[in-house]
């Protein structure tokens, strides 16, 4: 975040010894956004970084600067949530122009740690808990999330929608990527990052997040997802920890996104695209009656195409529902893998009243 001010710059520019990162980034900013001088604002801003990651200086405010420039630096910090976003952001981009790709990756991975850390959405905060649907296909991957207490999530560029995130659509494929990008220095450092990102989609009730059997009533999510109604459905309760998980020493997180359908097919940015807060939360209006919410996870130190989580003894997998074809050979494997204190019903239909209509109906052989 720089505001265009020549008076403020040409004062921080006679400071040079001073212990405020703020300093080193707003003169870095402003050199590269207004007086294109990228080399001195690739010298301020790893000064910036430096002072900011070091636990004595990251909070550190030089009490011998002018309270003019102490009131415009704070002035400029309060009126962006995403400071220190930003800076990384454009650390990352003046290391990638100038060649230093591996610094260029590990600073946009902090980029997109940052990020979605200050970005939480309002329709989760003070939940305690949320309730989700996972329809799933009976095979060994499915019993073996089962039998391990764990959800295995995919990167977004092996799932099956291409345009399932943006992010992936443009940023995995280079040729699209060169048409629509014009700094092509900076953005393929910056897409390699999403090799990091997994994600694991669930149905819910959007307005409660509580228990809402009629998304099991949904023949479509039955006939796609769990293969011609073979498979199951998973309700798990998911405990407020998995909402909002950061944990900075390592640069991962976890995090519960609501998916946004794009009603009124509003062209997206580029930057958009790429910030992926708003990549992988972005879905067409077809897919807007799944009222999906997502599981996002980042993790820099992995690349492999799937990532499984490990839930707590706070979230419970409470019910597990066959589908009307899931055989009985099938139901004893998945009753076998499933937790102890997990309740089992299956789907039917009334083939005499309404043979359309599924029916949730509890299933006593292994209650």
Request: with cysteine; hydrophobic share 30%.
């Amino acid at each position: 975040m720089c505001f265009k001010n020549e008076v403020l710059y040409n004062e921080l520019c006679k400071i040079n010894d001073s212990l405020d990162y703020r300093v080193y980034y707003q003169k870095a900013a402003y050199e590269y956004l207004y007086l294109q001088m990228n080399e001195l604002a690739l010298i301020n801003i790893q000064r910036a970084v430096e002072l900011f990651e070091n636990p004595l200086y990251c909070a550190h405010v030089d009490v011998n600067l002018s309270s003019t420039i102490l009131n415009d630096l704070d002035s400029i910090q309060d009126s962006c949530p995403e400071y220190i976003t930003k800076m990384y952001q454009l650390a990352a981009q003046l290391y990638a122009q100038y060649g230093k790709e591996k610094e260029a990756k590990a600073l946009y991975c902090k980029y997109y740690y940052y990020i979605n850390k200050v970005k939480v959405d309002a329709s989760l905060s003070g939940k305690e808990s949320v309730v989700v649907y996972s329809f799933r296909p009976y095979n060994m991957y499915s019993l073996q999330d089962l039998a391990k207490g764990e959800v295995t999530l995919v990167r977004p560029d092996k799932m099956n929608d291409p345009f399932d995130s943006l992010a992936s659509y443009i940023a995995g494929n280079s040729e699209r990527l060169k048409r629509n990008c014009n700094q092509m220095d900076h953005v393929k450092t910056q897409s390699e990052c999403f090799k990091h990102f997994y994600i694991r989609c669930f149905r819910t009730n959007r307005k409660t997040y509580e228990t809402d059997d009629s998304i099991l009533q949904d023949k479509l999510m039955w006939s796609h997802y769990t293969e011609g109604h073979q498979g199951f459905c998973i309700k798990y309760r998911i405990d407020k920890s998995y909402l909002n998980q950061f944990d900075d020493s390592n640069l991962s997180f976890t995090r519960l996104i609501p998916v946004e359908y794009n009603k009124e097919k509003k062209e997206i940015s580029i930057y958009e695209a790429l910030n992926t807060s708003n990549s992988f939360a972005f879905k067409d209006k077809c897919w807007e009656p799944e009222n999906e919410v997502r599981l996002l996870h980042f993790s820099p130190n992995c690349e492999e195409n799937h990532y499984s989580i490990k839930f707590d003894e706070k979230t419970r997998l409470e019910e597990i529902i066959f589908g009307i074809n899931c055989n009985s050979d099938a139901r004893a494997l998945i009753a076998k893998s499933a937790p102890a204190g997990c309740k089992f019903f299956e789907m039917t239909n009334d083939e005499e009243k309404d043979i359309y209509t599924l029916i949730k109906k509890e299933y006593k052989q292994y209650q």
